[in-house]
């Protein structure tokens, strides 16, 4: 699925369904404040798919509309940024003129890594209760697509979705698999009688990254996959000390083993010097 993705950017079309004048537009700035702000301000309609992948973005930039609101609250595109990727989303009404929730949709323009884009679609839509490509009116939905966004279709709109979310499930498992290859060796080094329980302390967090990943929590993935790095530095340590103490213990025995034989074929017998000679000698004088 993933040859009908664009390497740089992509467009999906979402559902909304819930909607609230939990935000407002500054006045002077064009930029999207709480409904808390002091300033002068209009009221805006962002809706459940909106406020969740804005809050799924790393580091954005404060939001902008590039076209705010009008009579219309819920009619309007902003524009941000998050590191490497660009965003652009549109809200629209296809259905009832609008006067209903159910009847907005957001067109959502991604540029950036692929990377990126699919990490940050795969925690909007974990984060929402019903698939976004899911239309509460999908008759009206493809014309308002047919007309709008170029042709498109309901059906390859679901597939630009789903696609977008086997990429990022595919990096998370590489990442997993990866961590898995990297524990094998520092595994393999350890002592029998250690093995068991650094085995078991892995094979646990193993599972729960492969747990997470089959439930679409790149967060625990990520938290899982800590948990192994730490372990991973610890086994090395543990490794590379009992590479030492053998090393010193195989250093000790060679040198025992070494002063016995000396011992045994008599290498070390002190040279006798006899001095009793000497001695007469000088009584005699």
Same mark, same amino acid.
């Given at each position: ?7 740089? @950017? ?6 909304? +369904? ?7 537009? @500054? ?5 999207? +404040? ?76 991604? +540029?950036?890594?692929? @990377? ?17 490509? @899911? ?39 590489? /990442? ?5 290859? /990297? ?39 990520? /938290? ?37 034989? +000396? ?23």
């Amino acid at each position: 699925m993933n040859d009908i993705l664009d390497p740089t @950017e992509c467009v999906l079309i979402a559902q909304v +369904r819930k909607a609230g004048a939990s935000h407002c537009v @500054e006045t002077s700035t064009q930029l999207l +404040r709480s409904k808390h702000f002091p300033g002068k301000s209009e009221v805006v309609y962002l809706g459940d798919m909106t406020t969740a992948l804005l809050a799924h973005l790393t580091h954005p930039e404060t939001p902008a509309f590039s076209q705010p609101p009008k009579y219309n609250e819920q009619r309007w595109i902003l524009e941000t940024q998050s590191s490497d990727l660009e965003v652009r989303i549109e809200s629209a009404p296809y259905w009832a003129w609008g006067l209903l929730t159910s009847g907005y949709l957001n067109i959502i323009h991604l +540029r950036g890594p692929l @990377e990126a884009r699919a990490r940050l679609i795969l925690d909007t839509v974990s984060s929402l209760g019903q698939p976004p490509w @899911e239309f509460a009116h999908p008759k009206q939905a493809t014309k308002h697509l047919h007309k709008h966004v170029n042709g498109l279709s309901i059906k390859e709109n679901e597939q630009t979705w789903k696609a977008i979310l086997e990429a990022a499930r595919s990096s998370l498992a590489s /990442r997993i698999e990866a961590m898995d290859d /990297r524990l094998q060796d520092p595994l393999s080094a350890l002592k029998k009688k250690d093995l068991k329980e650094w085995k078991t302390l892995v094979d646990e967090d193993l599972h729960m990254a492969w747990q997470a990943h089959a439930e679409d929590n790149a967060p625990g993935v990520e /938290r899982a996959l800590a948990r192994l790095e730490a372990t991973l530095i610890q086994l090395n340590g543990n490794v590379a000390h009992d590479s030492t103490s053998d090393a010193h213990a195989s250093d000790e025995s060679t040198s025992e083993s070494y002063a016995q034989e +000396r011992v045994l074929h008599g290498q070390d017998d002190i040279p006798f010097v006899d001095l009793t000679a000497n001695g007469d000698d000088s009584e005699q004088e």
